[in-house]
């Protein structure tokens, strides 16, 4: 099946890209952060908003709009002790630690995120997107630009709706590439979501003939 | 409200409708999108739409709620057919944010922008009164309807709850 196809020549791809992420998110946070099924795979639009631990789950979300020869949408998903660990493992200073980093109040509602904290995310988000991108644009011999990172932290349904809507997908179903990322000791858990733009999706068609009811 | 309701999960470019009164209808993590609700106070009747862009693009879907332009009147059909009458209906709406800022960015992005302006525009073409709204702002929202009563309950992150 044509469809199947498309999902067949690019998974290798996809799956590279996420493992190259786990070594750079590996690497910033000084110990081994492994990728948990890296996939390729189609999924309805609708489901995309429950992926990250349930749609009311407060999350810290660090987005990226992908620009340069294919558009696409880069969203890391961290839970609030993920993140809060994982700026602290950045920034150098110890949990619970009485200092300007763990002076935030991540517990209570929605934060009021660290400015240095917010920015250790950003970063993350930068390396682990680029991390893919590279990846990406190496095997398929396009131009793909970051933008900068966007950081959120809100309800993970209500953002990964919004990076949804954002692309402006007419069909139901459309390529997704994720996976979970865990440490050993589960002290870092997160989501990274991939979602190629219509024209990635169109592209992605051109270099697969045939395959046509791939939505976008 | 908790207590013995049967929560049902209307998602992304969803419409459902209901008149049992143990039914809460709830649309979670509402960012950008839209939630819509109507409730006819008299059957005790009400629907709620999940809508996630303003315009169809003219692809081919079977979302009848994704399009603002199309969930409207879509809602209203099939609350009409679910036996309410259209001039008792209450509409409430909540939703719209604009999750991520975008310094300098591009106002034709924002989609939870030009979502509301398209609802302003369709609920105006079709003389619907919108009873109650939560709109923009940048922060998600989870909608409940309450079907046995109207109330529709918005709460946020923050865990800041209200009803109206």
Redo the contacts between chains.
């Keep these: 099946m044509k469809k199947a196809d498309l999902i067949k020549d690019y998974e290798g791809l996809a799956r590279a890209g996420l493992e190259n992420v786990a070594a750079a998110f590996s690497q910033m946070a000084g110990e081994e952060i492994a990728a948990v099924a890296p996939e390729l795979r189609m999924v309805p639009l609708a489901e995309i908003p429950t992926l990250a631990g349930g749609p009311e789950s407060v999350v810290t979300a660090i987005y990226l709009a992908v620009s340069g020869d294919l558009s696409g949408h880069i969203t890391l998903v961290l839970d609030m002790d993920s993140a809060a660990r994982l700026a602290w493992l950045l920034l150098g200073v110890g949990e619970g630690v009485t200092d300007q980093a763990s002076d935030t109040t991540v517990s209570k509602g929605v934060p009021d995120m660290d400015p240095m904290m917010r920015s250790a995310l950003e970063e993350v988000g930068n390396v682990v997107g680029s991390a893919f991108l590279n990846t990406v644009a190496d095997g398929l011999r396009v131009s793909l630009r970051p933008s900068i990172p966007y950081l959120v932290v809100d309800m993970a349904g209500a953002v990964l709706s919004t990076v949804v809507s954002r692309a402006e997908y007419g069909s139901e179903r459309i390529p997704l590439a994720d996976a979970a990322f865990s440490s050993r000791q589960d002290s870092i858990k997160g989501f990274l979501f991939i979602l190629p733009g219509s024209d990635a999706i169109r592209y992605l068609k051109t270099l697969t003939p045939g395959a046509d009811d791939l939505g976008g | 409200m908790e207590d013995n309701v049967n929560l049902v999960s209307v998602?992304?470019?969803?419409i459902k409708v209901s008149d049992d009164p143990g039914t809460v209808l709830v649309a979670?993590?509402?960012?950008?999108?839209l939630g819509l609700t109507a409730y006819d106070p008299v059957v005790r009747i009400g629907g709620l739409a999940h809508m996630?862009?303003p315009y169809p693009?003219?692809?081919a879907?079977?979302?009848p709620g994704r399009y603002v332009a199309e969930a409207v009147p879509a809602l209203l059909n099939a609350m009409g057919e679910s036996g309410s009458l259209g001039r008792r209906l209450q509409f409430k709406v909540a939703g719209g944010?604009q999750?991520?800022?975008?310094d300098g960015g591009n106002e034709s992005?924002e989609?939870?922008r030009r979502n509301i302006e398209a609802l302003r525009e369709i609920t105006s073409d079709l003389g619907m009164r919108i009873n109650a709204s939560d709109l923009g702002g940048n922060?998600?929202?989870?909608m409940k309807l309450q079907i046995a009563t109207g109330l529709v309950i918005v709460s946020?992150?923050?865990?800041?709850e209200q009803s109206f």
């Design positions: 998602g992304l470019g969803e979670y993590g509402l960012g950008s999108c996630v862009l693009n003219g692809t879907h079977s979302s944010a999750m991520f800022t975008f992005l989609i939870g922060c998600g929202r989870t946020t992150a923050g865990s800041s």
